[in-house]
Nanobody
Framework: QAQLVESGGGLVQAGDSLRLSCRSS????????MGWFRQAPGQEREFVAA????????YYEDTVKGRFTISRQGASIGVALEMNNLRPEDTAVYYC?????????????????WGQGTQVTVSS
């Protein structure tokens, strides 16, 4: 079964940095737009960042612009999210997702494959 696997989450203090990584555990082939989403307790899953299949286009949610950087890693499904100057409001479970859409997309229904998520907790 096709699956994405995230890693790199943890507990940090406000102002610290974390790097999340995502890879495919198999079953996903071809070029995909990759995205990161997050979900805080009691809230809906929200878009964070996305990168096009060839890395030429990126898009960020407004509150993470200038602090987070998405990049492709190695194979076509690999993607990373560098998070700097973290804030307590960034606390959430972060999910990696893959979409066969052309260009970056920001809504959850456009993504076909999802990871299980990795917890990021930022203390004040």
């Amino acid at each position: 079964q096709a699956q994405l696997v995230e890693s790199g989450g943890g507990l940090v203090q406000a102002g610290d940095s974390l790097r999340l990584s995502c890879r495919s555990s198999g079953g996903i082939y071809g070029a995909y737009t990759m995205g990161w989403f997050r979900q805080a307790p009691g809230q809906e899953r929200e878009f964070v960042a996305a990168i096009s299949w060839n890395g030429a286009e990126t898009y960020y949610e407004d509150t993470v612009k200038g602090r987070f950087t998405i990049s492709r890693q190695g194979a076509s499904i690999g993607v990373a999210l560098e998070m700097n100057n973290l804030r307590p409001e960034d606390t959430a479970v972060y999910y990696c997702a893959a979409s066969n859409s052309i260009g970056v997309v920001t809504t959850t229904p456009r993504y076909e494959f999802w990871g299980q998520g990795t917890q990021v907790t930022v203390s004040s």
